[in-house]
């Protein structure tokens, strides 16, 4: 090739790169997931990532992360450093091409062991590209070097600003406030929860964490040093602190499988809580995947076949479930997959189908080995296994009895109803409150003169599956017709309605803001789509919006309906503890009031059908098996007008 050749594919090349970034710029939300608070703090993960990584190939033990008094972060680390010498391909300095070129990662280090992916892994490039200024300083061969960027363009060529005898890299950067849609304001709280959790992922790093906003009594700077000698058996522990435990050890996995390494750490207390955290190279897979079924099923087969050949099981009347397995367990799995394939809502379900054997052999094996060499664990793990299906087991029998003692009497109203005094419909409300527990909380709570309650039992019956006579002689589902005083239409036309004489003008449905709630709602919306239609199209139903936090501090507390009212709340204050309301149940008759029902103060969302056809689409592909899209659903596309009453 000649030189006029290779002048003229370096300009090429550099103008792919611009182009590259000028696409990070366009798609921010492609590479960092969203411009808002999450995607901001995703910045300093990506830039962290990249310490991490050096580190896991073992060159470096030492990772500080700064936020400085303008909010700009620096992260700093012992590495190798980013190599500075020419890149040959591109023609400009190694860092330069790190830093200006997308996907660039570490492809020249072939050597390194690295596993990237999901939103991390997209690289320091992408940092730049949406950081009004960033430098870069590299510790390496006994000098200084440097280069400064503004939006991802280099302001001048790699340069040596002085001598060293440090190794290491450092990035300074202060994201563009341009992209963001959110206050370049960094919560340390947000920041330190993830270098803690790095730290456990992975041992014998020590990462700080230093914020020099802020000082402490002393006059120091907000900091915290996160160090773990043992990795995983030293988060599980963390996590289970204030839970009485089952057993005193902690079951520790390690190994590789079919070129997988799997790391499991997990403890059993005396709670009834299932508590699994998952991660695949690192990032917490909150929708779960192939690894953590790959666990469940590990674990279920393993403590199963123990129990069944040491004879624990005998004269057992009663059959054990899965779940019977996991109460009172607390899990970390982590895995590193060199090629993961994230699915789901959120990107955090793990998709590679091998992943799940290698979990499983892995678990299988070392479980059994533990059992075997800790008996007397073994049997309180599996007498703890038995009592839960015990327990199981006669909650479901009462549960059986109670609904064949509700059976409907006819004509009168629901016995479920806890009616208002107001008789006029257009004053009047019926909030449909999912679970019993809540209902009751609804009903001590609400103004009784118009607002009316119908605690709904778990979830209703899908409309969208079930056979036209199965949904008539579903008792959530009559009890909704004879409160709302709507009446089924002739025997040749089952679904007409009579809605003159409908009781109350605002239904309302009240459920828990998590994902099994967003699908009890679905269902809900579901049956008035199908078989209410035009209470829909004219307008009375109505989706309550629970908050999602409570933050306090001394006498002060504050609600929050999302993490960013969350975290300018935890700001006004200047700290506190926060709350996640998991559930209605778990908010008292007044919180409920003043939050939710209360006319004064809540938020609802009024359900509007603007495209029927669509809204038939949507119905029917929602009531597929996966609820994320349902949630997905709820939350953009629905045509709620959001309206203040
Ligand atoms: C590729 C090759 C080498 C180092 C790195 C990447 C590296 C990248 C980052 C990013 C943050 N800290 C880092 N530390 C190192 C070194 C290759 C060699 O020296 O042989």
């Known amino acids: 090739m000649s030189d006029e050749n290779k002048k003229h594919d370096y300009s090429a090349d550099s103008i792919q790169a611009l182009e590259g970034m000028e696409h990070v710029r366009m798609r921010p939300s492609m590479y960092i997931g969203d411009v808002g608070v999450r995607g901001l703090h995703h910045l300093v993960y990506e830039v962290v990532d990249n310490s991490i990584d050096e580190a896991m190939a073992g060159h470096c033990d030492t990772i500080s992360v700064i936020i400085n008094e303008d909010n700009s972060i620096t992260v700093r680390d012992n590495g190798r450093g980013i190599p500075v010498g020419l890149h040959k391909k591109e023609g400009v300095s190694a860092l330069e091409v790190v830093m200006t070129k997308i996907g660039a990662g570490g492809k020249f280090d072939k050597d390194s062991y690295k596993v990237s992916g999901g939103l991390h892994g997209v690289g320091v490039s992408v940092v730049n590209a949406l950081s009004k200024h ?17 939006r991802g363009k280099p302001l001048y060529p790699v340069k040596v600003v002085g001598e060293t005898d440090q190794r290491g890299t450092e990035v300074t950067f202060m994201p563009d406030d341009e992209i ?23 041992q014998r790093i020590k990462i700080s964490i230093e914020d020099k906003r802020r000082k402490d009594d002393e006059g120091n700077f907000i900091r915290e040093d996160f160090f773990s000698e043992e990795g995983l058996p030293e988060f599980v522990k963390y996590l289970d602190a204030t839970r009485e435990p089952l057993i005193q050890k902690v079951i520790s996995i390690e190994g590789e499988k079919n070129g997988i390494p799997v790391e499991v750490a997990m403890v059993y207390n005396t709670s009834y809580a299932e508590n699994l955290h998952s991660y695949v190279n690192n990032i917490n897979t909150h929708e779960g995947g192939t690894h953590l079924s790959g666990f469940r099923r590990g674990l279920t087969h393993t403590l199963k ?16 479930s899965g779940d019977d397995f996991r109460e009172g367990l607390t899990a970390i799995i982590s895995v590193k997959v060199a090629e993961p394939q994230f699915e789901g809502q959120t990107k955090t379900k793990l998709g590679n189908r091998e992943v799940s054997a290698a979990v499983s052999q892995a678990v299988s094996e070392m479980l059994t080995d533990y059992l075997e060499e800790n008996p007397n664990d073994a049997k309180t793990i599996v007498q703890k296994v038995i009592l839960a299906a015990q327990a199981r087991h006669a909650a479901s029998k009462a549960r ?3 609904q064949r003692k509700t059976v409907m009497s006819g004509g009168g109203l629901p016995g479920k109803l806890s009616d208002c005094a107001w008789s006029e419909p257009e004053k009047c409300e019926l909030f449909l409150v999912e679970g019993d527990s809540a209902g009751g909380t609804a009903k001590q709570g609400r103004d009784r003169n118009f607002q009316a309650i119908l605690p709904l039992r778990g979830k209703i019956l899908n409309v969208e599956k079930a056979m036209q006579h199965k949904a008539f002689e579903n008792e959530e589902i009559k009890n909704m017709y004879t409160a709302l005083g709507v009446s089924i239409g002739t025997e040749e036309d089952q679904r007409a309605l009579n809605v003159s004489k409908l009781r109350y003008h605002k239904i309302v449905i ?37 908050p999602l936090y409570l933050v306090k501090k001394g006498k002060k507390r504050k609600y929050a309906w999302n993490d960013e009212e969350r975290d300018a709340i935890v700001k006004e204050f200047g700290g506190g503890t926060i709350q996640r309301y998991k559930g209605l149940g778990e908010m008292n008759a007044e919180q409920l009031w003043d939050t939710t029902m209360n006319p004064q103060h809540r938020t609802m969302y009024r359900v509007t059908i603007e495209n029927g056809a669509e809204a038939d689409r949507v119905f029917s592909m929602l009531m597929g098996d996966e609820v994320p899209p349902r949630r997905k659903f709820i939350e953009d596309n629905a045509t709620y007008a959001n309206i203040d009453i």
């Not at 849609?181 to 992975?202: A, K, P």
């Not at 239609?533 to 139903?541: A, K, S």
């Open 134 to 150: 960033l430098k870069a300083t590299v510790y390496r061969d006994g000098k200084v070097w440097q280069q400064e960027y503004e």
């Open 180 to 202: 963001f849609q959110t206050e370049i304001d960094f919560n340390y709280e947000t920041l330190s929860t993830r270098m803690r959790e790095l730290s456990f992922l992975n």
């Open 305 to 320: 076949k123990y129990a069944e050949t040491s004879g624990l099981l005998k004269n057992l009347k009663f059959s054990i």
């Open 400 to 402: 059986e009895m109670v």
């Open 510 to 546: 009240m459920c828990d803001a998590d994902v099994d709630g967003s699908h009890i709602e679905t269902l809900i919306l579901t049956f008035f789509f199908r078989y209410m239609r035009e209470l829909v199209e004219n307008g009375n139903i109505y989706v309550a919006a629970p």
